[in-house]
């Protein structure tokens, strides 16, 4: 009996002194309920600015009828959101009180957590005006590629389910997917020769940003302006050259901005080569319709125009496109180091390579000078809440 006391006591010191097991690790998204009253600075905003992104957004879900807006089934079908959608499209441009009301009436808060944190990192994004010419000559040099014909793009989501809103390019050689040429084989001539060539710029660091904003205006040598969209990617990943700048000691963390990045690649311009072949990811454009006012930006990965400051994109496997949220971060003032309050009404219309995670987003500014320099000043904290059809948020919050 004694001897039986003694192990048992034995195994019990031994499980006390063993390593406990990690606790587990928080969902990659939760939600949690919310009310209007919780959403800062929602009695302040002109909601109404936001009427055209939500009407382009309605137009592309509600025709989905019965078929669910995302893969994960979170956040309804076209059927769910067609009373907002119906009634959206009955209200006069610049009604704030009538949109408010609606909202109100029809969607309900919820407050959406990323890895057991309600606060991420909030960017911002720009379409550029760069300039260009169709012909290679003097100073354009430079080319924008469209999509090589050999490329391949494949959704994995469509053969895992746990690969959901996973993507992946390349090329198929004896049967099988191989990794296309990186940035670094297509700038020195792999795809010299194919006729890719879409237009030739004058200036290599301004193609690269563009690549990196996905979208952009050329003011061409002809005096015209060609708008080019993203088209594809060629699926190596992205990697910040603003990190690998910070890693190597060339910025600081708290200098580093596009506007940084920029006046170093243009100081160093025999370094700047290798510095972007650290970013392997490579976009192709497309030709896109002209603007016709200045709500009329590119099309996000929704296929409609991005509306500046009321646009974001978000980590497309988490998020459904077409859903309105209320964010609640700070952005740059339009000139010098201070921050001012960014809390609006905002529709989640595109998705981008370096947004990843649940509570994370890129604000799109529009084009020209003043949305070059707030979108590439823009990476402070914020909070996010999607506005949800009641029943669609009611069945959320029970499964989260």
């Not at 297509?186 to 193609?207: M, P, Q, R, T, Y």
């Not at 988490?318 to 010098?336: E, K, M, N, V, Y």
Request: charge should be positive; include cysteine.
């Amino acid at each position: 009996m004694a001897r039986r006391s003694l192990a048992l006591v034995f195994l019990i010191v031994v499980a006390a002194c063993a390593p406990k097991a990690p606790p587990p690790a928080p969902p990659a998204i939760a939600f949690q309920p919310a009310g209007f009253a919780d959403l800062p600075g929602y009695a302040a905003d002109r909601v109404a600015e936001a009427l055209p992104a939500l009407s382009r957004s309605c137009a592309r879900m509600t025709p989905r009828n019965e078929r669910r807006l995302d893969s994960h089934d979170r956040y309804g079908t076209g059927n769910d959101w067609k009373p907002f959608c119906t009634a959206l499209a009955a209200l006069l441009p610049g009604d704030d009180a009538a949109l408010r009301r609606l909202i109100e009436n029809e969607l309900q808060p919820v407050a959406v957590i990323g890895d057991g944190k309600t606060e991420g990192l909030f960017t911002g994004y720009y379409e550029p005006l760069v300039r260009g010419s169709r012909q290679k000559h003097g100073v354009y040099t430079t080319p924008l590629y469209r999509m090589p014909p050999d490329l391949v793009q494949v959704d994995l989501g469509e053969f895992r389910d746990s690969l959901k809103g996973q993507r992946i390019a390349g090329r198929v050689r004896d049967g099988r997917l191989r990794p296309y040429e990186d940035r670094g084989q297509i700038d020195a001539g792999a795809l010299n020769n194919k006729n890719l060539e879409l237009v030739w710029l004058d200036d290599a660091s301004d193609a690269f940003f563009l690549q990196v904003q996905g979208s952009g205006l050329v003011q061409l040598d002809t005096g015209q302006k060609l708008r080019v969209g993203f088209a594809a990617q060629n699926g190596h990943p992205y990697v910040a050259i603003g990190r690998v700048m910070i890693e190597r000691g060339t910025l600081t963390r708290e200098d580093v901005s596009m506007q940084a990045i920029r006046a170093w690649l243009r100081a160093n311009p025999d370094a700047a080569p290798e510095l972007l072949r650290q970013n392997p990811s490579y976009v192709f454009f497309r030709e896109l319709p002209a603007p016709k006012d200045d709500l009329d930006g590119p099309p996000g990965a929704q296929g409609v125009a991005l509306v500046p400051g009321r646009s974001l994109a978000v980590d497309r496997s988490h998020f459904a496109l077409g859903l309105p949220l209320w964010l609640d971060a700070t952005r740059p003032a339009d000139s010098g180091n201070a921050s001012v309050p960014f809390q609006r009404l905002m529709v989640a219309q595109d998705t981008g390579g370096a947004i990843r995670g649940a509570v994370r987003g890129d604000v799109f500014w529009g084009a020209g000078a003043q949305a070059e320099s707030i979108a590439g000043r823009m990476k402070h904290p914020g909070r996010a809440w999607l506005l949800l059809p009641k029943a669609v948020a009611a069945k959320l919050l029970a499964i989260s």
